[in-house]
């Protein structure tokens, strides 16, 4: 829970791995994020690639989840996460695409906006294809700092309240735990429409 984004890719085959692994790790040296290059070429006979061999970066912006632009042989979007649960890759399929998500809210809204930046760039400059992101503060589809502004204070505002309403309100004697978080959100949402 908490504002994300959620993306899907390919390599473009034309651009070198290499080339984006570089300007990626050039950004996490000077803005001081760890990161971790996975590989940074492809094979040259992707049939010679084994099960779960995959290319490409993970990094971590500060006070964010990390960002995974890893490919499998066939350049298609990939996680490390998922060679260690299986399972969450095909929680993470729709429409026949692998999606990352990852959480930016407690990274803040400078920090969302240069991902979203380094996005449009590395599109710009080739190397990802059949992009498709959702943004949940709507930035990458709108540009519109304010309308960020807004849905971070949204989300902020939402998860004060719930972190607030579990400390200070009890489970009903035989409530499920589905039925008591069903609860607090309705009534964080009735409270909010009546503001």
Not at 8 to 33: K, P, Q, V
Not at 84 to 100: R, S
Not at 138 to 157: A, H, P, V
Request: aromatic content about 12%.
């Amino acid at each position: 829970m908490g504002l994300s984004v959620s993306y899907t890719c390919n390599f473009n085959s034309d651009a070198r791995l290499g080339e984006m692994i570089e300007i990626l790790t050039e950004i996490c040296h000077t803005l001081d994020w760890p990161f971790q290059v996975v590989a940074d070429e492809f094979p040259a006979d992707e049939s010679k690639s084994a099960e779960g061999d995959i290319y490409g970066i993970i990094f971590t912006p500060i006070n964010c989840e990390t960002f995974s632009l890893c490919f499998t042989a066939d350049r298609k979007i990939t996680d490390p996460v998922f060679l260690a649960f299986p399972d969450l890759k095909e929680t993470n399929t729709f429409d026949g695409n692998i999606y990352i998500t990852v959480k930016t809210q407690f990274a803040g809204m400078k920090v969302h906006k240069i991902i979203i930046e380094i996005f449009k760039h590395l599109i710009k400059s080739g190397f990802l294809e059949d992009f498709k992101m959702i943004d949940e503060s709507r930035y990458w589809e709108t540009g519109d700092e304010e309308l960020m502004r807004s849905q971070f204070k949204k989300y902020n505002y939402f998860m004060d309240n719930m972190s607030l309403a579990l400390r200070t309100i009890p489970p009903a004697k035989n409530e499920s735990m589905e039925d008591f978080f069903e609860r607090i959100i309705k009534r964080i949402e009735k409270r909010n429409n009546e503001k």
